[in-house]
């Protein structure tokens, strides 16, 4: 069982908003920021969104992140086919000295 | 570019050893921290281990913890995995990752932004 907490999955049709959750700690989500991660079917994970508000070149402004306490959110707008893939998020956790993960979401566009 | 490039995986029988090694290029490798992240085909995705830029710290996940040993050789720009004691649970795709900073954590900088594509390693007698 994962330490932080995502949906397994989530669905929404071409254009539309879609939120992917990630719930956590104080010692991690509570205490640092957040990574999320997408992985496309056959490859290898890819940086979306990290640090509250850091998008690497490349990535669209249609994703966004926030976090709050201890949950944090991943937000993708204008919804695309190609944005079907699994989805994670990634924070360093103080108690366990540790990178931790989530379960990870799978993204269905219908 | 930053390329990482993964090789050494294999099938090997319970209780072996295996090394992995990842050779980067494409930035100043000597400058970042260096992670191993593991997947379980069809599952999530697993930190394993990280090593600062000097070598200086190194970290495991408690599953992996006395077992594995995380290097680097900054001459060579090149990770390395030792896997010692395998087990059957240890079947996984390993993704060499460069860290975002020069340690194994900073605040505010990514965890992993750039991702090798892995090595298939196999448990099995």
């Known amino acids: 069982q994962s330490v932080l907490t995502q949906p397994p999955s989530a669905s929404g049709t071409p254009g539309q908003r879609v939120t992917i959750s990630c719930s956590g700690r104080t010692s991690n989500i509570g205490t640092n920021t957040v990574n999320w991660y997408q992985q496309l079917p056959g490859t290898a994970p890819k940086l979306l969104f990290y640090s509250h508000n850091q998008r690497p070149s490349g990535v669209p402004d249609r994703f966004s992140g926030s976090q709050s306490g201890t949950s944090a959110s991943l937000a993708i707008s204008g919804l695309q086919s190609d944005d079907e893939a699994d989805y994670y998020c990634a924070v360093w956790d103080d108690s366990l000295t540790a990178w931790v993960f989530g379960g990870g979401t799978k993204l269905t566009v219908i | 570019e930053v390329q990482l490039v993964e090789s050494g995986g294999g099938l090997v029988q319970p209780g072996g050893s295996l090394r992995l090694s990842c050779a980067a290029s494409g930035f100043m490798f000597d400058d970042y921290g260096m992670h191993w992240v593991r997947q379980i085909p069809g599952k999530g995705l697993e930190w394993v281990s990280g090593?600062?830029?000097?070598?200086?710290?190194?970290i495991y996940a408690d599953s992996v913890k006395g077992r594995f040993a995380i290097s680097r050789d900054n001459a060579k720009n090149s990770l390395y995995l030792q896997m010692n004691s395998l087990r059957a649970e240890d079947t996984a795709l390993y993704y060499c990752?460069?860290?975002?900073?020069?340690?194994?954590?900073?605040?505010?900088?990514?965890?992993?932004?750039?991702w090798g594509q892995g090595t298939a390693v196999i448990v099995s007698s």
């Open positions: 090593i600062n830029w000097s070598s200086g710290s190194a």
């Open positions: 990752a460069k860290g975002g900073c020069s340690f194994t954590s900073c605040y505010g900088k990514a965890a992993f932004d750039f």
